[in-house]
């Protein structure tokens, strides 16, 4: 298994620019779940799915979009990119059960100028 | 709302030290407790995790965690460090109010160890 694969590693936007962050599971998880980190922030939640075409939002959504077309897939959007979504983002997912844990995926780090 | 709350933010200890990372939690109802590590440049590990039974918990690469539920905490320890233990050390908790799905992570504590 590859586990949370998450693409691009890194990426520079202008303000303004939108582009989506990809992010795909390859065990059958049924949640999965987007976070950015800040530095002295920890991890904040975005958005998060708990199966295909169900989604809620985290902490701080505004800014962002999601979709779960799919079980594998949690793609992220971002509209019109803003210097405040410069931030590291991390996909994670898990499989359904209380006493299970969430696996992350390497991160992808967004620059926006 | 639930809260976890990391004292430390930066750590410096020596090899061989004793490590001790404070973590407490906002909670009033069950939780389920973890810690998670992130190596320079590397995504978030899973360390261990407290879900009930002993609170005394043992992790990966010789750590351990005691939940004490009077105090809200759920330290983390190491009883001797190596250079390779330098990481950002993540508290967080899933709780029964979110249905265990939401993580909610404390701001971390970064740690360094010296040679």
């Known amino acids: 298994n590859a586990g949370v694969t998450q693409t691009p590693k890194f990426r520079i936007l202008k303000i303004g620019q939108s582009m989506t962050l990809q992010c795909t599971q390859d065990?059958?998880?049924?949640?999965m779940y987007w976070y950015r980190q800040d530095p002295g922030m920890g991890l904040k939640l975005i958005y998060y799915?708990?199966?295909?075409?169900?989604?809620d939002k985290g902490e701080v959504p505004n800014g962002y979009n999601v979709s779960r077309s799919t079980t594998e897939d949690f793609p992220l959007r971002l509209e019109l990119a803003a210097p405040s979504q410069t931030s590291v983002y991390f996909c994670?997912?898990?499989?359904?059960?209380?006493?299970?844990?969430?696996?992350f995926g390497p991160g992808t780090r967004l620059l926006v100028l | 709302a639930q809260s976890v709350s990391q004292h430390n933010h930066h750590v410096i200890l020596s090899e061989a030290a004793s490590l001790e990372l404070g973590c407490n939690y906002s909670y009033g109802g069950t939780v389920n407790l973890f810690w998670y590590v992130q190596y320079p440049g590397q995504h978030l590990q899973l360390l261990l995790k407290y879900f009930s039974g002993d609170p005394l918990v043992k992790g990966i690469k010789g750590f351990e965690a005691e939940f004490i539920k009077s105090k809200f905490s759920f330290n983390l320890r190491k009883p001797s460090v190596q250079w390779s233990d330098t990481a950002e050390y993540f508290c967080?908790?899933?709780?029964?109010?979110?249905?265990?799905?939401?993580?909610?992570f404390g701001a971390g504590t970064r740690l360094a160890v010296h040679p």
């Open positions: 065990m059958n998880h049924n949640y």
């Open positions: 967080a908790l899933t709780s029964s109010s979110g249905g265990y799905n939401k993580l909610i």
């Open positions: 994670a997912s898990r499989p359904a059960g209380r006493q299970e844990t969430q696996y």
């Open positions: 799915s708990v199966g295909a075409g169900i989604t």
